[in-house]
């Protein structure tokens, strides 16, 4: 019982550490590739403590309340995702209910940028949902692809059993292909950095966010870059322990990163077609192969 | 006797309701009410009990006409009355200002007294006079307003009397084969009955009662229906009404013809379940995206009642415990949400003066901010976010479909979910968010007997989301009486058997989240609070209600899947009915509406029946 | 640079965040933006002072006016300054808002540009290079180190005074004035 109070309290923390430094490294990374020096690993951090410091602007309670949702929705999600064998509440849910609370951080963003009343928060999220059922239609592919290879819902069986035996990507390579190709979609990182493009809707859902919304916006997406690479590494690379599965996180991350630091932005008209093309199509045909098989 | 109590108030009740309404307004709005909830009350001091009462014994044909009361017509009762009560409650400021109140009044009670009837009669002669009362009195309740709705009205009755014809096609079918119309004897008599006929059967019934469930190809009715009905009526239609398409699956499946029977009907995977979970697919994923293209309040709910039905067929389609559970389950959740959704709808209508239009509203939330918390609650519990309700049937349903090796239904079902959250956030948003127009500047909110009806439909929302084991112990008794092996739960989620669920870890876990959050947000440095017209809009000053985005708020992913969902169906019956009227012009040469003609006839049939007595006799 | 200092960001984290995360706002006023894009991008990366351009003012603590400023410019400098959250810091860049510059006889350009919005920094020249866009950062981190980066508090004190040349210089403005104007005793 104190361990799992234990692991409840440090997940969270661990989860931030590791999302802030994969922040800072990304920065880091696109500069070096962009032949640039690049700032601190930890400017990420120094952002946000400006921003807990610099005052802001609020639209009214649903302003405030839709940001504290986002966030909190983002750390619950932590616990129910395996972080090298530590998941304390894996037993109160399983993937099912993983994927319906991945819902409430764009919720939450949504309705509190809803109230701020800015045509550019609209188009934003607007933006933001329907990239979102782009990207779903092979995100839940995969999903259901691993969930009939293992003939199970819950995601620490799925982890248990790629460690007594072959990882999950080399039964289902199409669907952690496909996986991987929508990763910088559900990230939010360029090619598909539609939904807070800077230049033409002067950065979407966050336009009139400061101070502190924006820090806990930013807090909010170290979570996020830390689930959805947390889910892969779990779902097709076989989890690991704590130190194993740090290192397959960064392989992915930095695969990603390489991947995607050269490429310009595309439109959401390309984006939906794009993730309705070769992904869908690729994590179909694996889960037409796990259902024969 | 109590359930001819039952039905006797609230029939007797829906009479006098309109006789007061003679003498004075007052008397009548309150006795309305007086009556929804006299019956909420007698129904719910039914639980738990098993009734069968007589209650006429026809003089020919040897039939009785019965009424019973186990755990599936109880479930449906205290929907169709707790959702009846609420719409009388929030009628009662919404209709003042229509023509013919007292009409409506007694309309509405009738068809609440219709629906309860079906759920409690015990033989299909019964079920079936009960069945037409509702769907005639639905028809004129539709057609109330006049003008569009006199058109969606006569849609409804063409499909409904085609879906009722083909009930009773069944049903004196079964009469002559077995002579008796109690559903207890008829689920005996027909196990041995041979599966062609079997078929025949639930083929017949699928049509009847999937006309009033809007099975995709049999939907076209609902969107016009629900869209021109006035809102409280719209709430129990979309609630209770159609549902009793869903309560007529269950009772003519498992109730009657049974999960062994059902079971042998087919070849591998071409049997009748699998069809019908094939069906309630279809009828999640079209109707959901063709949702998206809406841009009317009303005709966008009533889409997704078509969808959330699909959720049922599939969730029963299945025939596994926990899939008819999630069913049956999805019935009451999407009936709380639906009809709040259409009170949220109509107290919008109340107040911006008839204004369904998505594109023309925005920012009411400052205005409304009751409405509002209702329409999150109602759209939460529709897509099913964790801890609303609908987040446990669609579970169920996921599980089970996964589990059973159906991952391609499992997809259906997710992306209907998707579908879902694109145009229910549209709905909020176009309405509450985003900037107030000038002209809904002196908007207010709405009366106390309109927001009662939304706060406890809310209340309920989280209720069934957090405490999910509260109707599923009565579903587990439903499963029971079906000879399905029940359901096992606990109060706040599944057993570890089932799967791993348990809604008191999350929602603990989301508070205690929630409040470090808000510790950080309110301990870091503080925000003023500006006016909503303060926007950046790069250094310019735009003023007020010139600066929202609401049109055409999905256009690029219209542009993509538009083409795609044209209701073919719909067209089809167009084509159909443009056609044969073409053919009824013959008829109509020989019905000229001229007398003499008319009496020409009739002299000639009198001749020819005397020429042909006159044959046989010699 | 101490930007390692562990002991300075425990005593004051709000200004150490300040000094080191300067996020601009992406605002072209004049011709001197031209000498922006160079600046942040792959020649002499201004990321590497935690400076980045950022699309609103909401999110910007630091304002660079780009070259001259016409009386139209100025209505929207003032707007987006006054979005801009607090604590918020401005510089001149070129000649032209110091005093017009080569328009200094011209009849729609402000020539003082501090007599409408508090300036915390200047940089000269006509056009100045990318490295004078970093001494000027350097430059405002003793400023805020010594507290001396005080335009945003001006601003807040003597904000009648600043509306007055506002409105002198553009006529009534649409938006209200973001603090009280009115004497305490009103």
């Known amino acids: ?189 360029r090619p598909f950095d539609i939904v807070s493009a800077p230049q033409e809707i002067a950065s979407g859902t966050a336009v009139e966010y400061g101070g502190r919304y924006l820090a806990l916006t930013t807090i909010q997406h170290a979570f996020h870059i830390f689930i959805d690479i947390a889910l892969f590494v779990n779902l097709f690379l076989g989890g690991g322990n704590l130190l194993t599965f740090f290192v397959k996180m960064l392989v992915v991350f930095l695969l990603g990163l390489f991947i995607n630091a050269v490429f310009p932005r595309l439109r959401i008209d390309q984006a939906i077609k794009y993730c309705w093309k070769w992904p869908a199509i690729l994590a179909l045909v694996g889960l037409i192969i796990a259902r024969i098989i | 006797m109590q359930l001819i109590t039952i039905l006797v108030v609230s029939f007797l009740g829906a009479g006098i309701v309109y006789l007061t309404g003679k003498f004075s307004g007052r008397v009548r709005d309150i006795s309305a009410v007086l009556v929804s909830l006299a019956v909420v009350i007698l129904v719910g001091l039914a639980y738990n009990q098993k009734i069968y009462t007589n209650f006429y014994s026809l003089p020919f044909l040897n039939l009785s006409l019965s009424l019973r009361l186990n755990y599936l017509s109880w479930f449906f009762a205290i929907i169709v009355a707790g959702i009846g009560f609420l719409s009388i409650l929030f009628s009662l400021e919404y209709i003042k200002d229509y023509q013919g109140v007292g009409f409506y009044y007694f309309m509405m009670l009738f068809v609440n007294a219709g629906m309860l009837g079906i759920v409690l009669s015990a033989d299909f002669l019964s079920f079936y006079i009960f069945w037409e009362m509702m769907s005639w ?122 999960l062994s029977l059902l079971h042998k009907l087919g070849y591998g995977l071409l049997n009748f379940n699998y069809i019908l979970c094939w069906i309630g697919a279809i009828t999640i994923v079209i109707p959901t995206f063709t949702a998206l293209l809406q841009n009317d309040s009303k005709r966008l709910l009533a889409w997704h009642g078509i969808g959330q039905g699909g959720y049922m067929v599939l969730g029963i389609g299945v025939a596994t415990s926990l899939g008819i559970a999630g069913g049956i389950l999805h019935t009451l959740n999407y009936a709380v949400c639906g009809a709040l959704l259409f009170f949220v709808v109509g107290a919008i209508e109340h107040r911006t003066g008839g204004v369904r239009d998505l594109n023309e509203l925005g920012g009411l939330i400052k205005r409304m901010p009751v409405t509002f918390i209702a329409g999150l609650a109602g759209i939460s519990g529709l897509i099913g976010v964790p801890l609303t309700n609908s987040f446990v049937s669609k579970w169920m349903i996921y599980k089970t479909l996964i589990m059973e090796n159906y991952p391609f239904l499992a997809f259906a079902a997710f992306i209907g979910t998707w579908g879902t959250i694109l145009s229910v956030y549209k709905f909020l948003h176009n309405i509450f968010l985003g900037q107030l127009p000038e002209k809904y500047k002196d908007v207010k909110e709405v009366p106390l007997t309109m927001q009662i009806p939304m706060i406890l439909l809310s209340l309920a929302i989280i209720l069934f989301g957090i405490l999910p084991g509260i109707p599923l112990k009565v579903i587990s008794g439903i499963e029971k009486s079906f000879g399905v092996e029940p359901l096992s739960t606990t109060m706040f989620g599944m057993p570890k058997e089932i799967g791993e669920l348990n809604l008191i870890n999350i929602l603990a876990v989301l508070l205690v989240a929630g409040i470090v959050v808000y510790l950080i947000f309110s301990l870091s440095a503080k925000s003023r609070r500006v006016n909503q017209d303060d926007n950046y809009a790069a250094g310019l000053f735009v003023p007020r209600g010139k600066y929202q985005y609401s049109a055409r708020f999905y256009d690029q992913a219209y542009r993509i899947i538009g083409p795609y969902l044209h209701d073919v169906v719909d067209d089809f019956y167009y084509w159909l009915v443009g056609k044969s009227k073409s053919s009824f012009q013959i008829v109509r040469q020989i019905y000229t509406g001229n007398i003499n003609t008319y009496a020409l006839y009739i002299l000639l049939f009198l001749t020819l029946l005397i020429f042909v007595k006159l044959g046989w006799g010699l | ?136 950062v350097t430059h405002l981190w003793t400023m805020i180190d010594k507290g001396m980066a005080t335009g945003y508090i001006k601003y807040r004190e003597k904000y009648k005074n600043y509306r007055k040349n506002q409105e002198e210089a553009l006529g009534k403005l649409e938006w209200p004035p973001l603090y009280p104007v009115g004497d305490k005793n009103e």
């Open chain 3, 1 to 136: 640079m101490d930007r390692g200092s562990i002991k300075k960001w425990l005593k004051a984290p709000g200004k150490m965040g300040q000094k080191y995360s300067f996020w601009v706002v992406y605002f072209c006023t004049g011709c001197g933006i031209i000498e922006i894009p160079p600046t942040i991008t792959s020649r002499w990366d201004a990321e590497r002072f935690g400076v980045i351009p950022v699309a609103t003012p909401r999110q910007a603590n630091l304002f660079l006016i780009t070259g001259y400023v016409s009386v139209k410019t100025l209505r929207a400098i003032i707007r987006t300054y006054e979005q801009m959250p607090d604590p918020k810091y401005t510089v001149g860049f070129g000649s032209c808002p110091i005093n017009g510059g080569m328009y200094w006889d011209s009849y729609n350009t402000i020539k003082h540009l501090d007599k409408y919005i508090p300036v915390d920094g200047w940089i000269a020249g006509c056009m100045p290079r990318p490295e004078s866009i970093f001494i000027a």
């Open chain 2, 137 to 258: 009195g639905t028809y004129l309740l539709i057609s109330y307003k006049g003008g569009k709705a006199v058109a969606a009205g006569l849609k409804y009755i063409i499909m409904s009397v085609a879906g009722s014809l083909a009930m009773l096609f069944a049903i004196v079918s079964l009469y002559a084969s077995y002579g008796t119309l109690k559903f207890s004897s008829l689920a005996s008599l027909l196990q041995i009955a041979s599966p062609g006929y079997i078929l025949f059967l639930l083929l017949m019934f699928v049509v009847g009662f999937g006309v009033k469930n809007a099975i995709w190809t049999l939907h076209t009715w609902l969107p016009d229906a629900h869209a021109e009905a006035v809102s409280p009526f719209s709430a129990v239609l979309t609630g209770v009404l159609v549902r009793m398409g869903m309560y007529g699956f269950l009772l003519i499946m498992y109730s009657i013809v049974g």
């Open chain 1, 1 to 189: 019982m104190i361990i799992k109070v234990i692991s409840i309290i440090v997940l969270p923390l661990i989860a931030l550490i590791i999302g802030f430094f994969f922040l800072g490294l990304s920065r880091k990374v696109i500069a070096r590739i962009h032949r640039r020096y690049g700032p601190p690993i930890s400017q990420p951090l120094i952002d946000v403590i400006k921003l807990i410091n610099q005052e802001s602007i609020s639209h009214g309670k649903l302003f405030d309340m839709g940001v504290i949702l986002s966030l909190a929705g983002s750390v619950i999600l932590v616990l129910f995702i395996p972080f090298g064998g530590i998941a304390p509440l894996a037993t109160s849910g399983d993937l099912l209910v993983i994927i319906y609370l991945m819902l409430l951080a764009p919720l939450g963003v949504a309705l509190s940028g809803g109230e701020a009343a800015n045509p550019n928060v609209s188009i934003g999220i607007s933006r933001k949902m329907m990239l979102a059922l782009g990207y779903e239609v092979p995100f839940l592919f995969s999903l259901l692809a691993v969930m009939t290879w293992y003939k199970t819902t819950s995601l620490v069986e799925v982890v248990k059993a790629q460690q007594s035996f072959l990882w999950a990507i080399f039964y289902l390579p199409l669907p952690a292909v496909a996986y991987f190709m929508i990763l910088p979609a559900m990230l939010g990182i």
